[in-house]
């Protein structure tokens, strides 16, 4: 069982930061794969970046030189670092962990937090 609780989402003009965090339970964190996923109105939920257990780190397209994934396993936190922030960035943030595969789920991550909106203004 683990339980994820995202924070640090809020309103940001363009070009601005934001750091979203992520707090997660349990003895299994530092062996789980972790992601962030967003999804805007009207959209379909997407990837966004993940961070296995060895801290091997994948982007999407649209984030990567913009966004840092990264993980604290002594605090059980993983956080999302976003610089130069778009308006097309805008999107409720979700917060994701993988303890087995899922194959109804994105990219089979299994537990999943409550989200935290971003907006970015023009």
């Known amino acids: 069982q683990v339980q994820l609780v995202e924070s640090g989402g809020g309103l940001v003009q363009a070009g601005g930061s934001l750091r979203l965090s992520c707090a997660a339970s349990?003895?299994?964190?530092?062996?789980?794969?972790m992601g962030w996923f967003r999804q805007a109105p009207g959209k379909e939920r997407e990837f966004v970046a993940t961070?296995?257990?060895?801290?091997?780190?994948n982007y999407s397209d649209s984030v990567k030189g913009r966004f840092t994934i990264s993980r604290d396993n002594a605090k059980n936190t993983v956080y999302l670092l976003m610089n130069s922030l778009k308006p097309e960035d805008t999107a409720v943030y979700y917060c994701?962990?993988?303890?087995?595969?899922?194959?109804?789920?994105?990219?089979?991550?299994?537990?999943w937090g409550q989200g935290t909106q971003v907006t970015v203004s023009s």
């Open positions: 994701a962990a993988k303890t087995r595969h899922d194959a109804t789920m994105p990219l089979g991550y299994n537990y």
């Open positions: 349990g003895r299994t964190f530092s062996s789980s794969a």
């Open positions: 961070i296995s257990w060895s801290r091997t780190t």
